[in-house]
């Protein structure tokens, strides 16, 4: 009997110290299982939205491997190393934005890039990422929920970056950036009151923004979203074509590649911002709601990490991460179903695209190491 007492606590430390490789790489399962079904499903759909490209394919394959490193990458990084780096990056992420006024590299009448040799990039997607950090920084060291004064300077923080990529012109990535960084301040508790006041304020703002800052095609992508039949062939060409689109496919598709409108090409930027309308065709209501349901898990597994965070800025960083991504789904699904302005916001890890792919995936990435994280930071 005393010979097999000894045994048990040897059993139990064998099993403990069993290989796991989620552990090792700090990855959180239940969120690289659904990162892994996104970009599957998400390049199965992509095949057909490109008409059978395989270099296109095989292009945002090397995307999808080289988010996957990153994301390992910065699920590694110690949370408190973000809040230490957020105000240099913010500031840097800053400057870049006003360079890009100066230096930018134009395309399609918006100036969004800066160009050094061969490689271009947008400063607005480090912004996306710093942004929530920074303001989850600054609250985490105040007093929750957040006073006014503390309100008003973290609205001055995100308004300047808004925008200046508002003026680019890119409206679609400058309300990802304030939505991010809003629900940052709604997750330190903010009264509704001021919930109310910034509706408020969002509605009187509207005004000088209408008359002074949107650019005239911006204008009419909000007029003909309230009647598209206006310009049938012009303006409301996108919103008609992807409401067809959606509306043939039934519940059960016409068929994986049987899609009349992304096949015979008229239905437009069906790879990147209208690529649900694709699928919703071929796939049909079923296979609109099986995606529904992986970001919807996604959510809710970022938000349980938030809940669960060992600190104030871990719990604030992660729900702004979860929300965002809410954002993301929500404005492109919004926007191809005709219920709100197109504004060029890519679906997340379907739409074709390099920079936002490895973007999300670094922000999973973030979304792990708060998952992660034992240590007490900024209480």
């Known amino acids: 009997m005393q010979d097999v007492q000894r045994q048990l606590p040897l059993e139990r430390k064998s099993t403990s110290s069993r290989f796991d490789v989620t552990k090792i790489l700090n990855i959180d399962l239940p969120i690289m299982l659904i990162v892994l079904m996104l970009t599957v499903y998400g390049s199965v759909v992509l ?3 490109s008409g059978k490209d395989l270099d296109l394919l095989f292009r945002q394959f090397k995307f999808y491997l080289l988010g996957y490193v990153v994301m390992v990458f910065s699920a590694n990084i110690p949370i408190n190393w973000y809040a230490r780096w957020s105000p240099l990056l913010y500031s840097v992420g800053v400057l870049l934005l006003f360079a890009v006024f100066f230096f930018g590299d134009g395309a399609k009448g918006a100036q969004r890039w800066l160009k050094i040799g061969d490689f271009r990039f947008q400063p607005s997607e480090l912004i996306k990422l710093v942004l929530p950090m920074f303001v989850g920084l600054y609250l985490s060291k105040q007093i929750l929920p957040p006073r006014l004064p503390n309100l008003v300077l973290c609205l001055l923080v995100i308004l300047v970056p808004t925008i200046l990529i508002l003026l680019q012109p890119d409206l679609g990535t400058s309300i ?18 001021y919930v109310s006041g910034a509706f408020v304020s969002l509605a009187l703002g509207s005004i000088p923004l209408w008359l002074y800052v949107l650019k005239d095609y911006q204008k009419q992508r909000i007029l003909t979203l309230l009647d598209p039949e206006s310009d049938k062939l012009g303006a409301g060409w996108n919103i008609i074509q992807s409401k067809t689109a959606i509306g043939s496919g039934g519940w059960s598709g016409k068929g994986w590649l049987a899609g009349t409108q992304s096949q015979l090409d008229f239905l437009p930027e069906s790879q990147t911002d209208f690529i649900i309308a694709v699928l919703a065709e071929e796939f049909g209501l079923r ?17 349980w990490i938030a809940f669960h965070a060992e600190s104030s800025f871990g719990r604030l960083l992660a729900g702004g991460i979860a929300m965002t991504f809410f954002i993301y789904v929500f404005v492109n699904m919004g926007m191809v179903a005709g219920l709100l302005p197109v504004v060029g916001v890519p679906l997340p890890l379907f739409s074709l695209g390099g920079t936002s792919v490895v973007t999300l995936l670094f922000s999973i990435g973030i979304l792990m190491a708060v998952g992660g994280d034992k240590r007490v930071f900024g209480k």
């Open 47 to 49: 095949y057909s939205a």
């Open 176 to 193: 990802l950036v304030f939505s991010s960084s809003a629900f940052v301040l709604f997750m330190a508790g903010i009264g509704w009151w």
């Open 287 to 303: 296979g609109v709601l099986i995606l529904l349901i992986l970001y919807l898990f996604l959510i809710l597994r970022g938000l």
